[in-house]
């Protein structure tokens, strides 16, 4: 079992910035990824940021230049740096971990962004 525990949200302008973090404790050997999906009202879950346990990292195209994911390893987080906030940025954000071809989610943070 992995826990994930997320922070950071709140609300935020247009154009300001947030930092999110998800600490990950319990079972956390082979987590092959750890990522953020957000879901807002009415919409799917979709997948904002993702990095491996290589460190490769990919992003959905609307947050590309303005998000930045990284990784902890000595303190098991993975953190979420969001810029330039964009009112339809506004949703539930997730982390996620990925182990043996399961996926353990956090409760969600929400971020508010107002124009």
């Known amino acids: 079992q992995v826990q994930l525990v997320e922070s950071g949200g709140g609300l935020v302008q247009a154009g300001g910035s947030l930092r999110l973090s998800c600490a990950a404790s319990g079972s956390i050997r082979s987590i092959s990824h750890t990522g953020w999906y957000r879901q807002a009202p009415g919409k799917q879950r979709e997948l904002v940021a993702r990095i491996s346990s290589g460190g490769s990292t990919n992003y959905a195209d609307s947050v590309k230049g303005r998000f930045t994911i990284s990784r902890d390893n000595a303190k098991n987080t993975v953190s979420l740096q969001m810029n330039s906030l964009k009112p339809e940025d506004t949703a539930v954000y997730y982390c996620?971990?990925?182990?043996?071809?399961?996926?353990?989610w956090g409760q969600g943070t929400q971020v508010t962004v107002s124009s």
């Open positions: 996620s971990a990925q182990q043996r071809g399961y996926v353990y």
